[in-house]
């Protein structure tokens, strides 16, 4: 509150402009503001401008109303009454804000109730989120609350619900059962899928999850349910806890040869994501000997933290009879550790396989690992995975005097096809690809200057997301990628496969290094040819077809 004094007279005059039918928009704010200022409102003032027909002086009234101190019984029955009909979106948004400021937390609940039903914010996230600070400290409270709040809020909203309910200090109480009930009790499918996902956060960050025996039925069920959202969201929750009735189907189903191989896709997927199981670790064993191409395809990422003895020589002396799909992923597997990569280059010395087998972003991965054997080799035969700047300008001066004095027209289906294979795993370009680097369709890709300077020298400039960050596990293992969430329970690194969670007991280090995660010498493994195709495709504006 300000310290200013008016005199009576002027009170009443701005009362009066306040109130005033034909007083404009600007001067009823301003006397609002002048009232507020000097201690001229009261509770019932400010509800009365609460029904004003302009939006803003609506949502300063209700802020003003918490801003004067506790708001009364009478005040927090007009702020749910304005919740269940108000048309304005920023006045709904200071509803949320002033729930925050409700007291006791009991007070708040109405309020809540009436803006998380409102269906057109859902897709609001600042909204929800505001919702949530005002229902969090209430929901740790009294967990119950949970019950009528998440039949009609928005999945994001349920999902935080959830995820609080199992954290350590409600779930040993029974949160955790409550959270199974609402996933049984509820029909809608997206729902039961958010709530699945909020327990999936919480129980992620936990040494050695467990979950009550109230959810062994929500997770059989979840096998068993037709809808694919919940099927997923349930089975990514039963690979975090083991849930063995689960594990033992999957198996079972990736197992039968006689089973669709889309649905042995589908259910060696989340298999893939428990790291210590010898029973999965011995089906993994079976897939890569004797298993279809993608079905071996997707086992090979993962065959770096699986106890499975000389899977590197394996793929290593059946390399020419490999698919090119698990060549491509045998590569980033055999680059994951120390060992296996030196096995790696040495098999690309002795001329196993060709150099454009192995990629910029892999011989990065593995110049990273600072072994000095390692480095030698890959530089002599791969090639230098950092120049020197004399080096880089000497390159882009060459590729900037190819692509603009060629003759050769760039054939942009041909140039797309090498984006796909060069670029798309990390890039969007026209809403397809990866998500590991910046978006390229909004970029500066008709310069260029632009394209040459950030493809040959990427570490010249780069901004704090894209920093390469490398992470090596106690078991050997390295991850290269942006590091997109740290806590006190993990981190989590988002690679070329996807993002990996590490506890971090895991972690024996973890580096964050000047470099971009851009690798250098992407065009070490193309022709002049291929250059011309893949700039002139990155210059156009529209996909090639």
């Not at 619900?161 to 949160?175: C, F, Y």
Request: aromatic share 4%; proline share 5%; glycine share 4%.
């Amino acid at each position: 509150m300000g310290g200013g004094k008016l005199n009576p007279s002027a009170i009443r005059t701005l009362r009066h402009r306040l109130l005033g039918e034909s007083t404009g928009k600007n001067t009823r704010l301003q006397a609002l503001w002048a009232l507020h200022v000097t201690n001229g409102l009261d509770e019932e003032l400010l509800l009365t401008a609460s029904r004003d027909d302009d939006p803003d002086l609506r949502a300063w009234a209700v802020r003003l109303i918490v801003d004067h101190g506790q708001a009364s019984e009478k005040a927090i029955a007009r702020f749910v009454a304005m919740a269940k009909t108000e048309p304005s979106p920023r006045v709904r948004l200071y509803l949320a804000s002033a729930a925050q400021r409700l007291s006791p937390l009991t007070a708040r609940t109405p309020l809540l109730a009436a803006l998380a039903g409102r269906v057109e914010d859902h897709a609001d996230a600042v909204l929800q989120r505001m919702l949530w600070y005002a229902l969090e400290p209430a929901l740790a409270e009294s967990p119950k609350l949970a019950t009528s709040l998440s039949r009609s809020s928005s999945n994001r909203l349920t999902k935080f619900i959830a995820r609080r309910l199992m954290e350590p200090d409600l779930a040993e109480t029974p949160s955790a059962d409550l959270v199974a009930s609402l996933i049984e009790e509820s029909s809608h499918p997206t729902r039961r899928a958010a709530l699945f996902q909020g327990a999936m956060e919480s129980v992620v960050k936990h040494p050695n999850p467990r979950l009550p025996q109230s959810w062994n039925s929500v997770l059989t069920n979840a096998l068993e349910n037709t809808e694919p959202v919940i099927r997923q969201e349930g089975l990514r929750l039963a690979m975090v806890v083991e849930h063995a009735p689960t594990l033992k189907a999957l198996i079972a189903s990736v197992d039968n040869g006689e089973q669709d191989i889309e649905q042995r896709l589908r259910d060696l997927e989340p298999l893939l994501t428990v790291n210590e199981s010898p029973e999965i670790d011995a089906l993994c064993r079976t897939l890569l000997h004797h298993g279809p191409p993608r079905l071996r395809a997707a086992v090979i990422p993962t065959l770096p933290q699986r106890k499975i003895t000389r899977w590197e020589s394996w793929l290593l002396d059946n390399w020419t009879s490999l698919e090119s799909v698990s060549r491509t992923v045998a590569v980033e597997a055999l680059s994951a550790r120390r060992e296996s990569a030196s096995l790696l280059v040495a098999a690309l010395a002795d001329g196993e396989l060709h150099r454009t087998e192995i990629t910029a972003s892999q011989a990065q991965k593995m110049a990273a690992m600072k072994d000095p054997d390692l480095s030698d080799l890959l530089e002599t035969h791969w090639g230098s995975v950092q120049q020197s700047s004399q080096a880089k300008r000497e390159t882009i001066n060459r590729y900037r005097a190819l692509l603009t004095t060629s003759a050769r027209k760039p054939n942009l289906n041909r140039g797309r096809a090498l984006y796909s294979q060069s670029c798309a795993a990390c890039h969007r370009l026209f809403d397809e690809g990866g998500q590991l680097g910046p978006d390229l369709t909004g970029s500066d890709r008709g310069n260029l200057d632009y394209l040459l300077n950030n493809i040959i020298d990427p570490s010249a400039s780069v901004a704090a997301d894209y920093r390469l960050t490398v992470a090596t596990t106690k078991g050997g293992r390295v991850l290269a990628g942006a590091l997109v969430e740290s806590d006190r329970s993990g981190i989590v690194i988002r690679t070329l496969t996807g993002e990996e969670r590490l506890a971090n007991e895991d972690v024996r280090n973890r580096r964050l290094l000047k470099s971009s995660l851009m690798p250098e010498g992407l065009f070490q493994t193309l022709t002049d040819d291929d250059v011309i195709d893949l700039i002139g495709y990155l210059r156009t504006r529209v996909s090639a077809p």
